[in-house]
């Protein structure tokens, strides 16, 4: 792999992004690499629980506007629905049920893309300086494609960082309960494997059981269905963009980006 290392100990698969130079901004195969290595955590009898971390400052600036990766002469909405519906809604959803505990440890920024990278782990170990945002209204786009803001921060929230651009702080996102615990930076993997180590000495059916029952509440509640008609909703952004020659406001996001450090 080129842009994931995988290990596994102790019952503990650990998944980490190595792209660092690019603050883990996602590009496609960065993206595929990281889907087969959680296929490969979900398949190993011996792995009990999976860690998600980042190599770096930050866990992750999101999708890559620099990917640097073939782009097709004309650029339609069926040729973004189809990229984005398999590496962005599908990869988030099956990483959400894969049937073992999952832990994403985050520090520094978590833009965008990043969420969909942390929220679909069932706990989230949070460094004093990590910091998650969305803004891609700035694009004309009503929020990343696996939306689950509404669900992770409450409506009212949701609407704030949406409407605003502004980022989340780690004991904000503690407080709301998107974030477990928040710990200082030096001390986030260490706390986030004692964390994973006493998850896995407990009896993985019962494990399995307890996340199905928790998730099996969500859906009944209408997170799935939420997922799949906002996803939608998130489709029509990009056809109003298109019908604006060259997507303008997309190298405005690219120039916030760029800044980070």
Same mark, same amino acid.
């Given at each position: 792999?080129t842009?994931?290392?995988?290990? #596994?100990? $102790? &019952? !503990?698969?650990?998944?980490?992004?190595?792209?660092? =130079?690019?603050?883990?901004?996602?590009?496609?195969a @960065?993206?595929?690499?990281?889907?087969?290595?959680?296929?490969?955590?979900?398949?190993?009898?011996?792995?009990?629980?999976?860690?998600?971390?980042?190599?770096?400052?930050?866990?992750?600036?999101?999708?890559?506007?620099?990917?640097?990766?073939? #782009?097709? $002469? &004309? !650029?339609?909405?069926?040729?973004?629905?189809?990229? =984005?519906?398999?590496?962005?809604?599908e990869?988030? @959803?099956?990483?959400?049920?894969?049937?073992k505990?999952?832990?994403?440890?985050?520090?520094?920024?978590?833009?965008?893309?990043?969420?969909?990278?942390?929220w679909?782990?069932?706990?989230?170990?949070?460094?004093?300086?990590?910091?998650?945002?969305?803004?891609?209204?700035?694009?004309?786009i009503?929020?990343?494609?696996?939306?689950g803001?509404?669900?992770?921060?409450?409506?009212?929230?949701?609407?704030?960082?949406?409407?605003?651009?502004?980022?989340v702080?780690?004991?904000?996102?503690?407080?709301?309960?998107?974030?477990?615990?928040?710990?200082?930076?030096?001390?986030?993997?260490?706390?986030?494997?004692?964390?994973?180590?006493?998850?896995?000495?407990?009896?993985?059916?019962?494990?399995?059981?307890?996340k199905?029952?928790?998730?099996?509440?969500?859906?009944?509640?209408?997170?799935?269905?939420?997922?799949?008609?906002?996803?939608?909703?998130?489709?029509t952004?990009?056809?109003?963009?298109l019908?604006?020659?060259?997507y303008?406001?997309?190298?405005?996001?690219?120039?916030?980006?760029?800044?980070?450090?």
């Amino acid at each position: 792999m080129t842009y994931i290392e995988y290990s #596994v100990a $102790d &019952k !503990i698969a650990t998944i980490t992004l190595n792209r660092p =130079e690019r603050a883990n901004a996602q590009n496609g195969a @960065l993206l595929d690499e990281l889907d087969a290595a959680w296929m490969r955590a979900a398949g190993d009898p011996d792995v009990v629980v999976i860690v998600l971390r980042a190599e770096g400052k930050h866990f992750s600036a999101g999708h890559d506007l620099k990917s640097g990766e073939p #782009v097709p $002469d &004309k !650029i339609t909405l069926e040729l973004i629905y189809q990229n =984005e519906s398999r590496r962005y809604l599908e990869y988030s @959803l099956r990483w959400r049920n894969i049937p073992k505990p999952s832990i994403a440890a985050v520090q520094g920024r978590c833009i965008s893309g990043g969420l969909l990278l942390c929220w679909p782990c069932d706990l989230i170990v949070a460094a004093d300086d990590a910091q998650f945002s969305d803004p891609v209204v700035l694009m004309g786009i009503g929020g990343v494609e696996y939306h689950g803001h509404t669900w992770e921060l409450g409506p009212r929230k949701a609407k704030e960082i949406l409407f605003t651009g502004r980022p989340v702080t780690a004991v904000e996102a503690e407080q709301v309960g998107m974030v477990n615990k928040v710990v200082p930076r030096a001390e986030l993997d260490v706390e986030t494997t004692k964390l994973a180590q006493h998850i896995a000495s407990m009896p993985p059916f019962g494990l399995r059981q307890a996340k199905r029952a928790v998730n099996q509440t969500l859906d009944v509640q209408g997170f799935y269905a939420a997922i799949q008609s906002v996803f939608d909703v998130h489709q029509t952004g990009h056809g109003n963009a298109l019908s604006v020659s060259g997507y303008p406001v997309l190298a405005r996001l690219d120039e916030m980006k760029s800044k980070i450090t």
